[in-house]
């Protein structure tokens, strides 16, 4: 079912090398970023300007990473063999194309969401007042883009036979 | 009943047929081997079987169901080793069992499964560190999660080394006395003929010959094969072999020091030795050998082509 595939992938992934790293670079973006902002006296733009600088960083990281995880969801279990447990057992496609969407989509938001929780806990920690009017749109829209700012990352399409499956599990992030 | 039933299936990838005009049963409770050549078509009917690949004409069902609309329903009953597939290099041996478990709503506990195989040791350990036997090993438990009823195994002991095929044969005929019907390929005659309670011969696409392993050496008129030195072979030596009652094919060796017989068992050895002597030929020595079954499984091959036996 795809709620197991779903889980199966996610515990894959978070044994991947490139997926830690990933995360251990988004959240050192997020506290560098803020403690650029600490060194300098608050004023009334820092919230905005964090918030600037962190969108800036994140634009260019969070497709990459998940660029990155979601050819290893499809293209490396096919290269390596595994499909063929995956679709030995009982699961349709539907169910592998929705749990490897959901499971890769955890190890890509749960930095997402981590980095920004340290952000807010720093700004707590140093008096910085948090409008939440401003980050709640910030979070959701690394997590699910609006029409309006989603672009388009690759040129030409992938091969083929993943093009449906890749754009799908990855057009959420950007 | 039919587990399995594939009739009239033809598999086209573009002129290419790889399965040609297929119809076969497997029938409730039986080990049928699939026997053929590396590109025969074994595994393109596994793939039919499985919905990984859909028939360019005929039908295939499973349970009684179409392979492919029920395929979920098919593959939640049927234990599955697919040829060429990889483990996942960054999950345990105890994982991937975890994984097979709850897809398929059994309740088995992935570690009693791991000790059928052999595997109980490696539980722990990530499966990309694992030998080339012991992904097999672990293949085959995932295959026999939740107590299937078919159990569809494509060259399941390549890779295994002599211990791993002596467990694998047990633990199939474990699975048959449980109730399970299986279906598996192989390119091991000696296999095939110690495991399965019947074989069909694919080649080319083709379904060439169905039956018990004796029943298919009997029809190619395998027999053993026997050597008899002689000083010098007369003329009409060969002639008088071959009428020989038991005898099916005599020839001169290369080095023309030795006729070669191929008869059966029992007084027809003897009574060829004796047209030997009573020819003039001069009996040096002689011996018998049984037949090789790769030389065998040729035969069966080859005589199942021209639609009948050779000699």
Not at chain 1, 158 to 171: A, D
Not at chain 2, 5 to 12: M, Q, T
Not at chain 2, 165 to 172: E, H, N, T
């Amino acid at each position: 079912m795809w709620n197991d595939v779903a889980w199966k992938d996610f515990r894959d992934a978070l044994r991947s090398r490139f997926v830690v790293g990933a995360s251990v670079l988004l959240v050192a973006l997020s506290l560098g970023t803020l403690s650029l902002e600490l060194v300098r006296d608050t004023t009334p733009e820092t919230p905005t300007r964090l918030l600037f600088l962190l969108g800036g960083a994140f634009s260019w990281a969070v497709p990459i990473i998940a660029l990155v995880t979601t050819y290893g969801a499809i293209l490396h279990e096919r290269n390596s063999g595994s499909l063929r447990f995956l679709l030995g057992l009982p699961n349709s496609r539907r169910d592998i194309v929705v749990g490897k969407f959901l499971g890769r989509s955890g190890t890509v938001v749960i930095p997402i969401v981590g980095s920004v929780v340290i952000v807010l806990a720093g700004m707590v920690v140093a008096g910085i007042p948090i409008l939440l009017s401003t980050y709640l749109p910030f979070l959701s829209e690394s997590v699910w883009p609006s029409r309006r700012s989603r672009r388009p990352v690759l040129g030409p399409s992938p091969p083929r036979s993943v093009s449906t499956s890749c754009s799908g599990s990855s057009g959420g992030f950007y | 009943m039919a587990v399995v039933e594939f009739d009239g299936v033809e598999k086209r990838f573009g002129t290419v047929a790889a399965v040609e005009d297929l119809s076969l049963a497997v029938e409730e409770g039986e080990i049928y081997g699939f026997l053929g050549p590396n590109g025969a078509g074994k595994t393109t009917t596994f793939n039919l079987l499985l919905d990984f690949v859909e028939p360019s004409r005929g039908s295939v069902s499973v349970f009684g169901r179409d392979a492919s609309t029920e395929s979920t329903y098919v593959r939640h009953r049927t234990g599955v080793l697919a040829e060429d597939y990889g483990v996942y290099a960054r999950l345990s041996g105890r994982e991937h069992l975890r994984f097979a478990i709850r897809t398929k709503d059994a309740a088995d506990d992935p570690d009693d499964v791991l000790e059928r195989v052999g595997l109980r040791d490696a539980a722990d350990r990530r499966a990309g560190s694992y030998s080339k036997g012991m992904r097999q090993r672990l293949a085959i438990a995932m295959a026999l999660v939740g107590a299937p009823d078919l159990l569809v195994l494509d060259e399941p002991s390549s890779g295994l080394d002599p211990n791993g095929g002596v467990l694998f044969r047990r633990l199939i005929r474990e699975e048959r006395d449980r109730g399970a019907t299986v279906f598996l390929s192989s390119h091991l005659l000696e296999e095939v003929q110690a495991l399965c309670d019947r074989v069909g011969i694919l080649s080319n696409g083709r379904l060439l010959a169905e039956g018990t392993v004796d029943e298919l050496l009997d029809r190619a008129t395998v027999r053993p094969k026997m050597t008899i030195e002689v000083d010098q072979v007369p003329d009409d030596l060969l002639t008088a072999l071959r009428e020989v009652e038991g005898v099916f094919a005599a020839r001169v060796r290369e080095d023309s020091t030795a006729v070669e017989v191929r008869c059966d068992d029992g007084p027809s050895k003897f009574r060829a030795l004796s047209a030997v002597v009573e020819s003039g030929a001069g009996l040096v020595d002689f011996e018998t050998a049984a037949v090789p079954l790769n030389e065998a499984f040729q035969r069966i091959t080859e005589a199942a082509a021209q639609g009948g036996s050779r000699d």
